[in-house]
């Protein structure tokens, strides 16, 4: 497929407000955070601002203030992702010049690292004391060790490959670190026998797959992941199965487009005794609530064809 194809498939998911998330075709034209640079991408040089660790501590403070380390791991999830309502949407955050580094940044959220952000503010703020906040190396480096763990295969960062960029990897990996649980084919899901590969079949779009050796890490994983089960519940089976989540599962829409696995992240919420998505949509530009029912957005958006969902786990437990 050519780069005019890649920017049709793109062209047709951005008509329907689609995020393809971390392997999606290049932001000038959809909401992936690792696609080919382009004029758009304004981008920022530091992998951290003075204002993400104001942010950083704003957030956590409200978070300790109101209790939201007593809360259940999912009830934590949605608190803390309700204080992000409104912060802007902007693609490709992570893509900064240099070599692959940990980002940080707070001011302007994807669909991916909305999710990632908001787990790991949980994930501190159920691990740490309070008094955390009167050490900022302390806090910082907590939060930079649990971002890292959450974004990063096993963990570590060794170069643009091991950054977790096909959801259902990301899924995968967090689930054999103990961070969440993929819980899709227990709610009735399916096995998806799809093979993923859109980041290998599409290296035009991606700056870093220009060298031979990342390319051929990143195809080396996409077979690795292709062979290994994946699920996803149908969209016309949400509707029944939707009793079964809870608030604060991660919810990754299964993609249409060939060799992309998800089009679209957010975090389950009910409100009023209906399932609703909490995301950072490309349409809306900032962190919203949708309107509609989470069965009914996916059934309306012809790019996607149902879920996977993930629960984050408590801290040391389950």
Request: proline share 7%.
């Amino acid at each position: 497929m050519t780069m005019l194809r890649v920017l049709l498939v793109v062209s047709t998911l951005l008509s329907l407000g689609a995020c393809q998330g971390e392997a999606g075709p290049p932001p000038s034209s959809g909401d992936a955070e690792s696609g080919a640079e382009t004029p758009s991408d304004a981008g920022r040089a530091d992998a951290a601002l003075p204002v993400d660790w104001t942010i950083l501590h704003e957030r956590l403070t409200w978070a300790y203030d109101n209790r939201v380390d007593t809360l259940t791991m999912g009830e934590a999830v949605v608190a803390l992702g309700r204080v992000f309502v409104g912060t802007p949407y902007q693609p490709r955050t992570l893509e900064i010049p240099g070599p692959e580094r940990l980002v940080v940044n707070f001011e302007a959220l994807d669909c991916v690292t909305f999710v990632e952000n908001v787990l790991a503010l949980a994930r501190v703020v159920k691990t740490a004391p309070a008094a955390v906040l009167n050490e900022e190396h302390v806090y910082r480096s907590l939060y930079q060790g649990t971002l890292r763990q959450i974004r990063y295969r096993g963990g570590s960062i060794d170069g643009y490959p091991s950054r977790l960029h096909y959801f259902s990897d990301w899924i995968a990996d967090g689930e054999a670190k103990g961070l969440l649980r993929d819980v899709t084919a227990d709610l009735g899901g399916v096995a998806d026998p799809e093979p993923v590969d859109f980041m290998s079949t599409h290296p035009e779009a991606y700056r870093q797959l220009s060298e031979a050796e990342t390319l051929e890490r990143v195809r080396a994983d996409e077979i690795r992941l292709s062979g290994q089960p994946r699920f996803f519940l149908p969209e016309d089976r949400i509707p029944d199965s939707a009793p079964g989540i809870q608030n604060g599962d991660i919810i990754a829409a299964a993609s249409t487009v060939p060799g992309l696995d998800v089009a679209h992240t957010g975090i389950a919420i009910w409100l009023e005794g209906d399932l609703h998505l909490m995301h950072a949509p490309l349409v809306g530009d900032s962190v919203q609530i949708s309107e509609r029912t989470l069965a009914r957005r996916i059934q309306e958006i012809g790019a996607q064809d149902g879920i996977a969902v993930a629960r984050p786990l408590e801290p040391g437990g389950s």
